[in-house]
């Protein structure tokens, strides 16, 4: 690609400028990649940048979130629902520390994530001199790169190639710390976006042996079953997905972090994976004949105990990352490469079957589960509210066409069972890391990323109170994040494996709430709270109609619980009903 | 599946950090590290990394592949005992006056193929390459005179065949690449 000269904007002076600070080059950078919104917090170390940004208001949106914490769950959050880099500023010392959260969820999550941190001058490296840590070191396990810029004429390539790494081939996060000194420095400005890097592939080599290997044997197969993930969704490859499962007549569950790369009514998604999944998914992995992983990668939440997962199935595992292969299942046939590009491969290659005995299994499942779970979550017959009948009204409301924003817990698993979805990327939740206080700030960054689309963000009384102050971030970008508070009063998750596991030795799982209303109040937002089953349906109603932010609390039984279950530890076969 | 030595090699860029990435790799699965040396390649500006450890091949596999997935690696690989050559270099410290005492040190300095490094006033550095089983022989002979200082380097080795690890890279090589 062709290097751009950048022209000084107009409020900068004089025109026939060449050489900027570090500071600037780093926003000029960013303007060049295509970033208009980015998501931070200022501090001594970055301030010569957010000075700069002053000047490019107009071009670059800063977004103040009230923690760092709150700052890069909403670049995830951006990220995850626009298909772009999320940017997220910070200052050194506490401000990079407080990054490394989200750092690890959007690692283990494949989210792309551009980190700037500012770090002490130069001259005072390794000097503990005030507010200084060693976030490369830091951050190096939890990054896909990580830099120390300590020279002006760094910037520039350092962004690029920043960028390039966290959105190619399997994404993640990057993190560029540029001391004080650096960013007052001078540099010869021009930018150059990075394709290449000489000791990095974006993506393994196809191999078509494999393909038609793959495609033998699904065309052999009596019970072909398909796992899908977030690579869907990454590689942008739902259409491509689609058409495969639909050739080869495949029954396709997903991971919670494949959720919505395939729509809910699609008659061959047979549902959800893993601990709290749906039935058939799981019961059958044990049955099935071949197995088809695309783009996900045996989490142990999806596959339970690996000594009882799938030992029948000749397994296929379409991967873009090398490493995934036979790290958690083996393959008996890898295809590595892109699954926007191997999809379609294989697909060409599949015969049209009729599989109708075998989905027929899914159907029969799906029939015991509803009469043993489903029916009574949806539709309870006593008085206390299910987080189930909640979700199930807003589908209702929505028509499945918003982004669902969860934060972790049992709400999470119950919005993933029971959210419906037209459109991918439309699910956004935590899975790999398990972030509790991920939700409210992804939603904010998702509200941000996809201006168009109702965001509802699915939250429980605990994951609420560690990132509540970013209610005050929602007010102040008046981003139309849609709050539903599933409130048990209680860290419903952990007591409910305390009543299974524990012998009811409620052990700090109850929560003494604070009063919520007043709370969102207090935040400048439109409340409303839900005790009775009579006041759902209205409530959600006005919840999603009225045009922005909205906190609706539901009062839900304190001691529900979320079925099926896969206990720890045991096999995927082993799922409980009750 | 049973423990074994493995030797990894591991070609990269030449960056800061990237040993700490590297190793990081080990400790997140709770690997213990028995050496690691770092040393320019037989490819200019190629840094390359010798690590040793006693693991199964399983967790080797693994882990050969997330280190070869970090951005600046170009290439790493494994090798069982019997696929490389391999030496560790040991320097064994003594009193000078010890020698003075007979001929019992430069026979046992002469049996192991080792060398006198250098001779001063008060000490003398034995120097002596091999396996871990030699070096540890010559130690073992030479305690009862009394060892003031030893070291031994990390493992370093070389794969048994006619190209190394380096021949597969020169493609990636031509790529072009910024150069931070």
Redesign the interface.
């Known amino acids: 690609m062709a290097s751009i000269d950048l022209q000084p904007t107009e409020n900068k002076s004089p025109s026939h400028q060449t050489t900027i600070t570090g500071a600037e080059a780093v926003v000029q950078a960013l303007i060049q990649e295509g970033v208009d919104i980015a998501f931070g917090y200022p501090g001594g170390a970055i301030m010569p940048v957010y000075d700069a940004l002053y000047d490019y208001q107009d071009r670059l949106h800063h977004v103040l979130a009230r923690h760092e914490q709150g700052a890069i769950h909403a670049a995830q959050g951006f990220a995850r629902a626009s298909g772009k880099v999320g940017v997220c500023l910070a200052t050194s010392g506490p401000g990079a520390t407080n990054l490394i959260t989200g750092i690890a969820d959007a690692q283990i999550d494949s989210t792309p994530l551009v980190c700037i941190t500012g770090q002490v001058p130069s001259h005072l490296l390794g000097s503990d001199a005030f507010q200084e840590t060693d976030v490369?070191?830091i951050s190096?396990?939890v990054t896909?790169?990580?830099?120390?810029v300590t020279k002006a004429e760094?910037i520039p390539?350092?962004i690029?190639?920043a960028f390039y790494?966290a959105r190619s081939g399997r994404p993640g996060p990057v993190l560029i710390d540029i001391t004080k000194d650096a960013q007052f420095q001078q540099l010869d400005f021009h930018y150059e976006k990075?394709?290449?890097?000489?000791?990095?592939r974006e993506e393994p080599a196809i191999e078509i042996d494999q393909i038609e290997a793959a495609a033998n044997a699904i065309n052999d197969a009596k019970r072909p079953y398909v796992l899908f993930g977030q690579g869907i969704i990454l590689a942008e490859a739902e259409q491509e997905f689609k058409a495969f499962v639909e050739q080869g007549n495949l029954p396709a569950a997903w991971t919670i972090l494949g959720l919505s790369a395939m729509e809910t009514s699609h008659p061959l998604n047979v549902g959800m994976l893993g601990m709290h999944g749906n039935y058939g998914p799981n019961l059958l992995t044990n049955e099935c004949d071949v197995l088809i992983a695309v783009g996900m990668r045996f989490d142990d939440r999806v596959t339970g105990n690996l000594e009882k997962y799938a030992k029948q199935a000749k397994v296929i595992h379409l991967e873009i990352?090398?490493?995934e292969?036979?790290?958690n299942v083996f393959a008996h046939i890898p295809i590595m490469g892109n699954a926007k590009k191997t999809l379609p491969l294989l697909t060409q290659r599949l015969q049209k079957k009729d599989r109708s005995e075998w989905l027929a299994r899914f159907a029969e499942c799906d029939r015991l589960e509803h009469e043993k779970v489903i029916q009574e979550e949806l539709h309870p017959t006593k008085d206390i509210l299910t987080m189930g009948e909640v979700i199930h009204i807003l589908n209702e409301k929505t028509g499945g066409d918003a982004i669902i924003v969860t934060d972790v817990g049992q709400h999470q698993m119950v919005a993933c069972r029971y959210a419906e979805f037209v459109q991918s990327k439309s699910n956004i939740t935590s899975g790999g890391l398990g972030t509790m206080g991920f939700g409210l700030p992804a939603a904010l960054g998702a509200a941000l990323g996809a201006p168009d689309r109702t965001v509802v963000c699915v939250v429980g009384d605990g994951g609420l109170q560690m990132t509540i102050q970013e209610l005050a971030t929602v007010y102040q970008t008046q981003a139309k994040v849609k709050v539903l508070l599933l409130n048990n009063e209680f860290l419903g998750m952990v007591r409910q494996w305390q009543q299974l596991f524990f012998d009811k030795r409620y052990s700090s799982t109850e929560m003494i709430n604070p009063d919520f209303q007043l709370l969102a109040k207090g935040f400048r937002m439109p409340t409303n709270q839900v005790t009775h089953r009579d006041q759902l349906d209205h409530a959600l109603t006005e919840f999603i109609e009225t045009d922005g932010a909205y906190f609706l609390e539901v009062m839900v039984g304190k001691e529900n619980n979320v079925f099926p279950m896969i206990p720890s530890g045991s096999g995927v076969a082993e799922i409980r009903l009750d | 599946m049973e423990k074994q030595e493995f030797t990894i090699t591991v070609y990269?860029?030449n960056q800061?950090?990237l040993l700490?990435?590297i190793t990081?790799i080990f400790?997140?699965r709770k690997i213990n590290l028995e050496s690691l040396t770092t040393s320019e390649s037989e490819i200019e500006g190629i840094h390359r990394f010798t690590i040793a450890v006693t693991e199964t091949e399983e967790q080797v596999?693994?882990v050969v592949?997330?280190i070869?997935?970090q951005?600046?690696?170009?290439k790493a690989d494994y090798y069982k005992k019997k696929e490389v050559v391999q030496q560790e270099l040991a320097l064994y410290k003594i009193a000078t006056e010890t020698l003075t005492n007979g001929i019992e040190i430069e026979r046992i300095v002469r049996e192991h193929n080792a060398r006198f490094l250098t001779i001063e006033r008060e000490f003398v550095v034995i120097e002596k390459a091999g396996y871990k089983r030699e070096t540890k022989a010559l130690f073992d002979e030479l305690e009862p005179y009394g060892i003031k200082e030893f070291v031994r380097s990390g493992r370093i080795a070389v794969a048994r065949q006619q190209f190394g690890p380096g021949k597969d890279i020169e493609a990636?090589?031509?790529?072009?690449?910024?150069?931070?």
């Open positions: 490369i070191g190096m396990p896909k790169w990580n830099y120390q760094e390539l350092a690029a190639k790494i990075c394709t290449s890097i000489r000791s990095y990352d090398p490493a292969i036979n790290k | 990269t860029e800061v950090g700490h990435r990081t400790t997140k596999i693994k592949k997330q070869e997935k951005v600046e690696v170009l990636l090589l031509q790529t072009n690449s910024p150069s931070i």
